[in-house]
């Protein structure tokens, strides 16, 4: 056995039975063990050849020994008591050799040595303050007797003070050079396991997202087909609260989808940009209450809303988020009501600002709660099932667009929250939409869905008829572009993901053919991370859309795209 085979046994002693991670600390402190051993044997026999001195001799063999002594103790299965006596053996002879040898040494300079070894060792926050203050406590101890001499240092002459000088300062720094660089190994480590858990977490989530995204876009395009007529005929009056209740449904698990993709997106810090458009704030904000008032309803909540005269009408923001800072205000106001209560929605400007409020009639938010309020995955009780994640999301949204946020809370009255934010006025109109959904008419125009998926073809195809168009599909990217050639629609829809061909690749060879390559194309897809977006938009998309698909949001989406 070779002299690294033989380190490699005595670093790895006592490991063999303990979980991964508590393997690697017992590692640590094996090594920690081994290295001042060798110092203390090195230090005492060159020592004792120089000075001739037994007071340094036989502790540094004596505290040798103890190390020893640590590297028994893991092979008996006790780590951290072997923690444990390592940091207090160190802290014992910081403490004797700083008095026996004066100011001969900087030896509290070991204290960088035994702060790392603490961080690194120990697993609970008690250990290693613990560890923190009984280092410092030593330090202490050894600044006290410099100054008041109250231990007298052995006396020594001018060679030997230098020869000792010189043989413990490169020990020291030798152990806090191997301190800094374990540790420095060890957060490098675990930065880059958390950063493969990242990864692995925003794979799973798309993935996720996309193969959740595809049912849901029937369930709600089903919801919404229903909603239309419910709403335009008198025969479907008797089924109405059952078509209410599942668009509601839909809605809320859309809702919940989409935080749990934006705070994955936040994480990753790539929810930064901000987006500003022109539009009409009483708009956003009337289109946000009638599709919540439908959940409300569930309730017998009603929700009221007071615009104030002197709001501007048009105004420059990034409208998405803050689309969903609303979604998720109103949502948390109909979650903890009251039932048969009203829910405020006020907007109004001062100055350079412009704020909105929400405000409900529950039972008021507890002075405790109020701390963790913006807290991810803490969510209060109520009769709705949520993830904890809309408020956190609002927050970040909110102060990424430059504004702020504060809640007030009257017991057995109810929360209000306020938002701030910069008012910029913008000029630019836009055409109102009225009613619970007006939609634009196309007929005479073709369309075309590329998608391999029957349910999604038949949603978006429904969609499509409901806007005047006639509609073909294709299952395949290859089937796409020979209907295409055939057919020459106005309007080709794309989705992503499809086996063959992709929807990337679709693409591109629609741009690669002359007859084809100046139909406009909206890509719809699952995925709604922006990596996929910008992919598909610089394959020549015009504009992408996020299944589940809502039919108001197409409708915009198609009049842009024909109409620019």
């Known amino acids: 056995m070779n002299i690294g085979q033989l380190f490699h046994r005595v670093v790895n002693t006592g490991t063999s039975r303990q979980e991964e991670s508590l393997a690697k600390v017992t590692r640590m402190v094996n090594t920690f063990s081994v290295i001042t051993t060798a110092l203390c044997l090195l230090f005492g026999a060159f020592i004792y050849l120089g000075t001739g001195k037994l007071d340094l001799l036989i502790p540094a063999y004596i505290e040798a020994g103890l190390f020893l002594g640590v ?18 053996i160190n802290n014992v002879a910081i403490v004797y050799f700083s008095a026996v040898m004066g100011m001969l040494t900087e030896v509290h300079l070991l204290f960088l040595f035994l702060l790392g070894a603490s961080l690194m060792i120990f697993r609970t926050r008690t250990l290693v303050v613990a560890s923190i203050v009984v280092a ?14 109250l231990i007298t240092p052995m006396e020594m002459g001018h060679d030997q003070q230098f020869l000792i000088r010189w043989i413990t300062l490169p020990a020291i720094l030798l152990l806090d050079v191997a301190t800094i660089f374990l540790y420095v190994r060890k957060l490098k480590t675990l930065n880059t396991k958390l950063t493969k858990a990242t990864d692995e977490k925003t794979i799973f989530v798309r993935e996720t997202s996309h193969e959740i995204r595809n049912p849901l876009n029937a369930i709600y395009g089903i919801s919404q087909d229903l909603m239309m007529k419910v709403h335009k005929e008198e025969r479907y009056n008797d089924i109405r609260p059952e078509i209410e209740h599942l668009y509601s449904a839909t809605h809320n698990v859309l809702q919940i989808i989409n935080n749990v993709l934006a705070i994955s997106k936040i994480e990753d810090g790539a929810a930064h940009a901000i987006h500003p458009e022109s539009f009409n704030i009483r708009e956003l904000v009337s289109d946000k209450i009638i599709v919540y008032q439908y959940i409300a309803d569930l309730r017998g909540i009603k929700i009221r809303a007071d615009i104030a005269e002197e709001m501007p009408c048009y105004i420059l923001a990034d409208k998405n988020k803050l689309a969903q800072v609303l979604n998720n205000l109103l949502f948390n106001a109909i979650k903890f009501t009251r039932t048969n209560s009203l829910i405020s929605v006020g907007v109004s400007h001062e100055g350079s600002q412009w704020q909105f409020l929400v405000k409900d009639q529950g039972q008021g938010i507890p002075d405790a709660d109020l701390v963790t309020l913006f807290t991810p995955f803490k969510s209060g009780k109520s009769d709705f099932e949520g993830t904890g994640l809309g408020l956190p999301i609002t927050k970040k949204y909110v102060e990424m667009m430059g504004g702020k946020i504060t809640v007030t809370s009257i017991p057995e009255e109810g929360a209000t929250f306020i938002v701030r934010l910069p008012l910029t006025v913008s000029e630019a109109p836009s055409p109102a939409q009225g009613g619970w959904m007006e939609l634009t008419l196309h007929k005479g125009l073709k369309s075309l869905v590329i998608d391999d998926n029957e349910m999604s073809q038949v949603v978006l195809s429904n969609f499509l008829r409901r806007l005047g168009f006639t509609t073909m599909v294709a299952g395949s990217g290859a089937e796409g572009i020979n209907k295409a050639m055939d057919e020459k629609p106005d309007l080709i829809f794309i989705d992503s993901y499809m086996p063959g061909l992709s929807g990337k690749d679709t693409l591109q060879k629609l741009g690669d053919i002359p007859a084809l390559k100046n139909i406009p194309v909206i890509a719809v897809s699952g995925d709604a991370f922006q990596e996929s977006i910008d992919d598909m938009l610089g394959a020549g998309a015009r504009e992408y859309i996020s299944k589940p698909i809502d039919l108001k949001l197409l409708n915009n989406t198609v009049n842009k795209v024909l109409f620019q």
Not at 72 to 88: G, H
Request: proline content about 3%; aromatic content about 10%.
């Open 136 to 149: 410092v406590v030593s330090v202490i101890a050894c600044e006290i007797n410099y100054y008041h001499a």
């Open 71 to 88: 590297l028994l103790l893991n092979a008996a299965n006790k780590p951290v008591l072997a923690s444990i006596a390592f940091v207090a």
